[in-house]
């Protein structure tokens, strides 16, 4: 498509449930990453992938954290048993390649714990 | 992890006036950008900066790279209403993109 897809826009999801939020990159990015931001706070990185691959997943937080990527296109971030902490708007961005700095930023996904 | 110093976190602006926000590092970037996000949106890229040093323009705003590659400012002149939003800056270095908390321009009241 045109730009970076992510859905759902919003989820709000009871504490101790799994989600599931999706990212569909710009066709032909081969780079795609996730970044978390929450309240009146910056991007904090999480993962990296090139291709299905990820070789950077220094900032996932913990292990309830995963993410995959399926065809060198669509990203499933998945969260595990959420906590409330886990509160807060998930970008993910795209782009031809790792070094190439200028990101194409989707409109993110908006998580609530209750 | 590894942030940026972005100042100001929040600045009050008139139609007409010119602004200006800057962010520090301890560390050398390799290019720095800023970006602009809107409520209920995904950052968007308004200039990238590749040499230490480098000034360049995008319309009424104006970013600069620092000569030491810890520094970068943007000044946006005779500011107007749809300017108001979140501007971020970010370093990238070995294929990271670190992001500083923001600076929120709002309109005076």
């Known amino acids: 498509g045109a730009g970076v897809s992510q859905s759902p826009s919003n989820k709000v999801t009871e504490k101790g449930k799994d989600v599931e939020l999706r990212c569909d990159p710009i066709s032909g990015h081969t780079a795609l990453y996730w970044y978390r931001q929450s309240l009146g706070q910056g991007l904090e990185f999480l993962i990296y992938?090139?291709?299905?691959?990820?070789?950077?997943k220094s900032g996932l937080p913990s292990d309830r954290f995963s993410a995959e990527r399926t065809g060198g296109s669509v990203s499933t971030l998945t969260i595990q048993r959420t906590q409330q902490e886990d509160s807060a708007v998930y970008l993910c961005a795209s782009s031809y390649d790792r070094g190439i700095a200028g990101y194409t930023f989707g409109s993110g996904t908006r998580l609530t714990v209750v | 992890g590894q942030q940026l110093n972005q100042s100001p976190q929040s600045m009050f602006i008139q139609e007409g006036e010119d602004v200006s926000m800057n962010c520090t590092s301890s560390?050398?970037?390799?290019?720095w950008l800023w970006y602009k996000q809107d409520p209920g949106e995904g950052p968007v890229l308004l200039i990238a900066l590749y040499k230490a040093g480098e000034l360049t323009s995008n319309g009424r705003l104006t970013a600069q790279f620092g000569i030491t590659r810890k520094d970068s400012f943007l000044n946006i002149s005779a500011s107007i209403p749809s300017d108001v939003g979140i501007y971020f800056c970010a370093g990238h270095r070995g294929g990271n993109l670190i992001f500083g908390k923001g600076t929120k321009l709002s309109v005076k009241p």
């Open positions: 992938f090139q291709g299905n691959s990820a070789p950077d």
């Open positions: 560390s050398i970037f390799n290019t």
